[in-house]
């Protein structure tokens, strides 16, 4: 049984997404017909200046570069534990690179991630030589005792 309401909306239980004609009527000003089904605001609405304000909210191409640049931070922290030494140093650079990227300078910040790169795969290998070495000499040391 058809009561005069219209659906304007995808849910029809309990009546969310059903508005009476009249209040349609009341809001035509406000809405413009697209594709024949689908309501959105007109562009003199608050919608579109809220919209306007959103757009400036996007990163420019210069800060996605920036942003995409990694910093390594993880692995530092990895190398920290696996080689006390450099890997502080891993974490300070990839600290400053954070903070670079703040900045948006680009080839500041691809410097530093490029040192912070190099010194992490450097204090990789040389924390794993450093524990197959030691564990290489407990071995030994102790299979000499026998």
């Known amino acids: 049984m058809y009561d005069g309401r219209l659906l304007t909306g995808y849910r029809s239980d309990k ?3 059903r508005m009476e004609k009249r209040e349609i009527g009341e809001l035509e000003p406000y809405l413009e017909k697209r594709n024949g089904f689908s309501w959105l605001p007109q562009q003199d609405t608050d919608y579109y200046a ?4 959103h757009n ?6 210069q800060e996605r570069d920036v942003m995409n640049i ?3 931070l993880l692995w530092s922290i990895g190398n920290f534990f696996l080689f006390f030494v450099f890997g502080i140093i891993c974490i300070i650079l990839s600290v400053r690179v954070r903070e670079h990227k703040r900045t948006l300078d680009y080839e500041q910040t691809l410097k530093i991630s490029k040192r912070a790169l190099v010194l992490n795969i450097f204090s990789t290998i040389a924390g794993i ?3 197959v070495t030691m564990l290489a000499l407990l071995i030994s040391k102790s299979s000499s005792s026998f």
């Open 15 to 17: 009546g969310v997404g």
């Open 50 to 53: 809220s919209e306007a304000v």
């Open 56 to 61: 400036n909210l996007k990163l420019t191409q």
């Open 70 to 72: 990694p910093d390594y």
């Open 129 to 131: 030589a450093f524990v």
